[in-house]
Each structure stands twice: as structure tokens, then as C-alpha cells.
């Protein structure tokens, strides 16, 4: 089982990118997505989850009204749609799977599977 994370890059204050999480080896589509980010010398952070469908999703506070996570189950992809970027979303981003359909909490040990991260850098 793998989870493959790509779409980081380096984008100026303002601007979006959209990350792409796609699993391989099963299907996640009953299974809770999340995208969790580390800046240097801070701890990982979560930054959204989105259950299996029919189930909530759920955003940190400091990227609501900014950030979309999204599903589609067809292609086994999660997404995390980033706008109006500021230079503290600079990280590096991770998808996570947890083992249960609904988001099962804001911790890290919560999510079993974990993809290799992509780079987010915003300039100011």
C-alpha cells in the first residue's frame, strides 16, 4: 500500500497550488484522508481530513475559507486545493489513510499509511 503525494512546488503570497495524494496496492474509499504539513523545527501538523463518503470533512482553523480537501474515489486521489497561499503554509505536506471512514482525530497516531510528502514554499 503506498500513497503517492505530489503538486508541491514554490508559489508567491496569493497565489494556489493543488496537491494530489494517490493511493496504490487498495482502495481508500472507506477509509478517513487527511493532509498533515512540517515546517522546519516544528512538529507535524494537521491541516485537513476528509471521511469516506457520507462522513464530514474537517479543516484546521488556520487554512479555513483558504484551503479545499476532496475525494474522488474513482481515481483512489485525495486533493487539497490551496489558495490565497501565505509564507506560513511553507512545509512540507503529507497525505495520511486512517483505518476508520469518519476523520478520527487531529492526531498524527491516528493514520496508519503515510505518503512521502511534497515540498510547499511561499514567497513573500
Known amino acids: 500500500v503506498q500513497l503517492q503525494a505530489s503538486g508541491g512546488g514554490l508559489v508567491q503570497a496569493g497565489g494556489s497550488l493543488r496537491l494530489s495524494c494517490a493511493a496504490s496496492g487498495r482502495t481508500f474509499s472507506n477509509n478517513a484522508m487527511a493532509w498533515f504539513r512540517q515546517a522546519p523545527g516544528k512538529e507535524r501538523e494537521y491541516v485537513a481530513g476528509v471521511g469516506a463518503i457520507g462522513y464530514s470533512i474537517d479543516y484546521t482553523d488556520s487554512v479555513k475559507g483558504r484551503f479545499t480537501i476532496s475525494r474522488d474515489d474513482a481515481k483512489n486521489t485525495v486533493y487539497l486545493q490551496m489558495n490565497s497561499l501565505k509564507p506560513e503554509d511553507t512545509a512540507v505536506y503529507y497525505c495520511?489513510?486512517?483505518?476508520?471512514?469518519?476523520?478520527?482525530?487531529?492526531?498524527?497516531?491516528?493514520?496508519?499509511?503515510w505518503g512521502q510528502g511534497t515540498q510547499v514554499t511561499v514567497s513573500s
Open positions: 495520511a489513510g486512517a483505518i476508520v471512514p469518519e476523520v478520527p482525530s487531529r492526531s498524527a497516531f491516528e493514520y496508519e499509511t
